[in-house]
């Protein structure tokens, strides 16, 4: 296999020095294509239209085209292209902005459904996407492994005989030696073996060959692709994600149920999670007080009490942003914050029928926050409060209620009530943070709706003694995003051997070098001729051959210097 | 030990003074390229094919004798032209890489944590590696083009992009991010001398192509070195880019999976970074491709360049995510 590769190259060398070094012909015309396709390994042409007859020679035809190189280079451009969609429009499962979709399908009415069920809002899984990724990693394995096995048998094969014209090589030099040939072969060859070269040496000239690690690399790169895409899928299959807000004081364990929102791959075991529990002791959070950040989040942090094991020992940990809590391969993220003002809710009986913290989402960087307040147990009719959360408050008459700093500096609860039938009965689920105002009516003073803005120790009772609603003190509360994925591991293996094998294959160079020495007629000086010959794109290492050629006895370097170009002058 | 306050604005009087500096450099780098003679330019040229290794295209062993040649057919006063502008992009490299330490120094942090000091980060590795390959490579003619797009970047920086020196978010307070945006930023700078080298090729060939006659190319594109000389120094920049850009996007998957609980969520920045990627991926095997090499594969280096330059403009302000950096 290696003897023919050289002999091709030797040919096809002899016909591109043939032809004059002109215009375009000379960088990738049909003559150096041909050139590089028969000596490069890595250079590779489309294969030819089946020449026989019948399924099997087509099915050659489809195996080779679709592990070309060709195909190769447009199955990754269709990559790049396919995966361009899904960053310029929402996508399902991503976690900033869950509503994004839904908003986007109500305002393209038409576009919409369309581009859905073309699965342009779940890119990354769709079956297009899946295909081309597939493909290539067919395609890959398709051409890497051949390679591989061609790469076992020139490792272990002798280099390849010198070509008979060494000065069509990448480089080559020719000059006149005084010492005894068979001395010379051995002087070189025993400096190329000192740069670990594997050498051959015969009567007349040594063969020698480096860099096989740069083929090993670049296998180990491919393969690595593989392996990464399957850590990938165990993750996808068998793990999970899922968020949940604790109060300060609250606690959290780990089963599916506690969850606000939870996403198990299509094999995850959801009745047998991680059993851990953890309690929100304490929550800090410090801005930037001055500047042009002002306001910036700049530390937060989560006290727990953590249980590991049901009935094990408290410990006391602290989670923070890019410092999560780890049990076994479960793995809980602080992602955001806010507050929960704490509120106790006396009905129209002067029975206390609520009293804790409640959840208000902030909807901007000073934590403006909006949230309800359902009184279910009120008597005689259900209770309903609606309003904002303002940690620096500030009625700004355009904009409305706003908080103009994140921290509490002036802390404000501004509220409207309703009452009636919360509508939590018929047992259809609900969102905590709305309220269903179908069987709902607002509370009014006068004409004007009834609203009061309240700071903590305050109260608001509604008119006609309907109840009253204290606003006791202020709680935070996190968001904790919770994890587990078990192919984790083998990706991050992966893709350090990935970029192992990506470093060697690029920077490593496969060569060979060939000396020869033609033993002198009638006394004069044998003549010695070196060449090297990349197996890469990059050329031949610089001065290695000078540097061979300087450890030969009695050589006379100041004859040595001809490129082939040179002669061509 | 100097105040933050000092420092910050002493960084700014130093990126002020870089962008002077490099204006000036650009200026006579294009000075340079003007006075060249495109006959003088054709011998250079013919000279080059020779020693680029005029059959493979891809022979890169003898650049010192080039240099000879040229020294010897090219003007004195074109010669000390080139050596006063390689001196002032020299200079400006100082007074740029001084200012972004003491922009380092001042927050306290590394000086990379929001769009001003990334971009004033990133074109110092651009001008550092234009520099490093000005030692080795033929490349002086990229000069003006990467000069140019460094003052631009640099002046939008002082003046659209400029935030106060102050602390992180704290999702950017992680020695991850230092790592991962060093690679990013270093891949960056080499990833824009690949795609001066690339456009200038491709500028080269299409002259060359339209030049039948075999009379000496004319205009700009006659001075440039020959295509098989660009397309290697922007394969030699792309081969050393890309495994350190590898490198940034596992590094920022490791960052993702510490503050957000997975190492690969499809946000629109890492979607970018991947595509920008498979794109130089695309280029690497067009290289080794029959028919892909030259035009195709150089079109798809610059896709890929613009992927990347989207990542960092477009990305940033005009798609929302979890990358978000402290006021723009
Ligand atoms: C996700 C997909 C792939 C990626 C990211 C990728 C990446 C790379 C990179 C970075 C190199 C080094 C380029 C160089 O040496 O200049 C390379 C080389 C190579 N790739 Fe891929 N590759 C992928 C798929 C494929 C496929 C599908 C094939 C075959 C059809 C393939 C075959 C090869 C071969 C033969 C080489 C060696 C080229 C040479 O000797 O110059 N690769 N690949």
Redesign the pocket.
Known sequence: MTERTGALARDAVTEAAASPPTGDALEDGAVTARLEEAA?????AMPSRPTGQGLLAWLRWAWRTL???R??VL??LA?ALAAVPGSLLPQRGVAFDPGAVTRFLADNPVLGPWLDRLGFFEVYSSSWFAAIYML?MV??T???LP?AARLWQSARAEPPRAPTNLARLDEHRRGNVTAEPAQVLEVAASHLRARRFRVVVDETSVRAEKGYLREVG?LV??LS?LVLLFGVAIGSLFGFEGRVIVVEGASFTNTRLQYDEFTPGPLTDAESLTPFSFTLEDFTAEFEMSGPQRGSARDFQAEVTVLRTPGGVAEEDTIAVNHPLQVDGTKVFLTGHGYAPVVSVRDGRGQTVFTGPVVFVPFDGNLSSEGVIKVPDAQPTQLGFEGFFLPTASVDPAAGPRSLYPDLVDPQLLLTAYTGDLGLADGAPQSVFRLDKTDLTQVTSGDQPFARALVPGESMTLPDGQGTLTFESVSRFANFQIAHDPGKEIALAAAVALLLG?TV??AVRRRRIWIRVTAAREGGASTIEAATYAL??RGPVPDELSSVLAAVPGAEPAATDASPHDRED | MPTPTFLAELSDRLIYSAIAVYALAMLTYACQAARRSPAVAHDVRQMEHVAAGAHTGRNASSPPRTVVDRATTEGAATQRLERIAAALTMLAFVLHLAGVLTRGLAAGRAPWGNMYEFTAAATLAATAAYLAFLRRQPVRDLGVWILALVTLCLGLAVTVLYTPAGDLVPALNSYWLVIHVAAAIIAGGVFTVGAAATGLYLLRRRADARDTSGQATRGYAGRLPAGATLERVAHTAH?FA?PVWTFAVLAGAIWAEDSWGRYWGWDPKETWAFIT??LY?AY??A??TAGWRGRKAAWLALAGYAAFLFNFVGVNLFITGLHSYAGV
Do not use: D, I
């Open positions: 490069r390994p890595g250079v590779m592990t070309s190189m195909t190769a199955l990754l990559l290539l395609s890959m398709g051409c890497v390679r670049n790169f491919h692709l990506l294959s690029l890469t794109r | 081969l890309f990627w498979v991926a690497l095997h290289q080794s």
